[in-house]
């Protein structure tokens, strides 16, 4: 009888060791999303090789730079189709194509016909929904400057979240105090997943073009913004054990986007933090949706079936 019970009791140790060897581990104990709407590949490229000028100087983005050198990137991720933002950022966090999220317009607030699946909130299932289920200890938050991102993210799945819109309201309002704004809740509640999210270089393409001066001053305004996070994630303690991850919804030409254009459709992704391989520039072909299932892989998340994303395991070590 002892010999059949100690069978068992080794049968179900391996067991267990085997569900556990199985089951998704985190990347980090932090994953910080800074999200730029309107932030094109071909301006990002020429502000890198310096064909980008301001006042006869070349453009300087030193953080994105750093990322890029010291991380994994690429800069050829296709929007879905059409290259608006409310579509796009739909599928950056529930990992599907528009035609089975349903967000089909520049300002859609819930799908426009049925989602091909729906979450636990009546919604697609979202980054913040997945955690919430998955690893319902962990928190998680966002801030956002357009409205339309509480739409797409699932906010009853989210411990945090604050719309900022002074952006557009308060003519004192400046990207650095936005950002300050941001660290405060980084610095105290340490969340697993945190979503930063940037208007104004979108704003900046509507107003005087994509590639314009305004363009780039904006786009070095947010660099900077960068580095005062890197800064602020390092002064909280918490830098070492963070992934930092910079993407964009589309890109942009002339005053507009939502065409179907490479220069429309071509956004950045670009990973960074001690967890990943200096790889350089990702060879693997990269849609919108890609960027929700790297997300759940970074923060050890099963996967749904229903999701089309891949995440790239190859870039972390």
């Known amino acids: ?69 010291g991380g994994a990137y690429t800069l050829r991720k296709r929007s879905v189709m059409p290259s608006a933002s409310a579509i796009n950022w739909a599928s950056i966090f529930n990992g599907v194509p528009t035609e089975m999220h349903g967000y089909n317009a520049w300002n859609s607030r819930k799908p426009a016909i049925p989602a091909a699946e729906t979450g636990i909130n009546g919604m697609p299932t979202t980054v913040y929904t997945l955690l919430r289920a998955q690893r319902p200890e962990a928190v998680s938050g966002a801030q956002y400057n357009w409205d339309g991102i509480g739409y797409v993210i699932d906010t009853l799945a989210a411990s945090w979240h604050r719309f900022d819109p002074t952006v557009h309201r308060d003519p004192a309002y400046t990207s650095a105090a936005y950002t300050a704004r941001a660290l405060e809740y980084l610095a105290s509640a340490g969340p697993a997943f945190f979503t930063l999210y940037y208007d104004e ?48 919804d589309h890109g ?66």
């Open 252 to 317: 942009g030409k002339d005053r507009g986007h939502g065409g179907f254009t490479i220069e429309e459709l071509e956004a950045p992704f670009i990973v960074y933090g001690k967890p990943v391989k200096s790889t350089g520039a990702i060879t693997r072909t990269m849609m919108q949706y890609d960027v929700a299932a790297n997300f759940a892989y970074m923060l050890g998340l099963d996967i749904p079936d229903h999701w089309r994303g891949r995440p790239f395991p190859e870039i972390f070590e």
């Open 201 to 248: 270089l979108d704003a900046a393409g509507h107003g005087t073009g994509w590639g314009s001066d305004t363009y780039y001053s904006v786009l070095e305004e947010l660099d900077a913004c960068i580095g005062q996070l890197m800064d602020g994630l390092r002064e909280a303690g918490i830098w070492d054990d963070t992934l930092l991850v910079l993407s964009s």
């Open 1 to 69: 009888m002892k010999t059949q019970f100690l069978i068992a009791v080794t049968c179900l140790a391996v067991l267990a060791t085997g569900c556990c060897a199985d089951k998704p581990q985190p990347k980090a104990g932090h994953v910080v999303f800074v999200g730029i709407d309107g932030l094109a590949s071909w301006c990002l490229e020429q502000a890198l090789d310096g064909t980008a000028t301001l006042s006869g100087e070349a453009v300087e983005i030193p953080h994105i730079r750093q990322m890029m050198e």
